[in-house]
């Protein structure tokens, strides 16, 4: 049945066989932070989360259409792929900083500490509710 199952996905547009196989390796892998699999007799292509790692694959896509070199025939498909760069900091003149500048900063270092402490907070939480999983496993 888990032959079946495999080849049916296998079969399916959102999976192709290298994939399957790849997913199947770092599944069942020692290398594997996640453990060993949940059951050994159940393979892990056919696990419901499996499809969060496939490789999207373009069904109308030729193998004369892959560049290996990364450069892109088409100017607005690697203009798709640029993120967007962040503005260097540009110092404030010394005659421009007055009392709306000084509260400017204010806010913005409170608002940076709240957010800080939030992660914080988050990070802890999330530790904690790790800890209390594995020992529950």
């Known amino acids: 049945m888990a032959s079946d199952l495999q080849q049916q996905l296998a079969a399916s547009s959102l999976y192709d066989a290298e994939s399957l196989k790849a997913f199947n390796q770092m599944y069942n892998s020692s290398q594997n932070p996640y453990g060993n699999g949940f ?8 696990l419901p989360f499996f499809q969060h790692f496939a490789p999207y694959t373009n069904p109308n896509a030729t ?6 070199s990364g450069s892109s025939t088409s100017s607005t498909s690697s203009q798709q792929h640029q993120h967007p ?3 260097k900091p540009v110092p404030v003149p010394a005659e421009q900083k007055d009392e709306t500048y000084f509260e400017r900063r204010r806010r913005n270092n409170e608002a940076a500490r709240k957010s800080r402490e939030a992660r914080r907070k988050q990070d ?13 496993s």
């Open 39 to 46: 059951d050994k007799n159940y393979p892990a292509s056919a």
């Open 63 to 68: 193998a004369s259409s892959f560049s290996p």
């Open 85 to 87: 760069t962040k503005k």
């Open 124 to 136: 802890n939480d999330n530790g904690t509710r790790v800890i209390q999983l594995e020992q529950i």
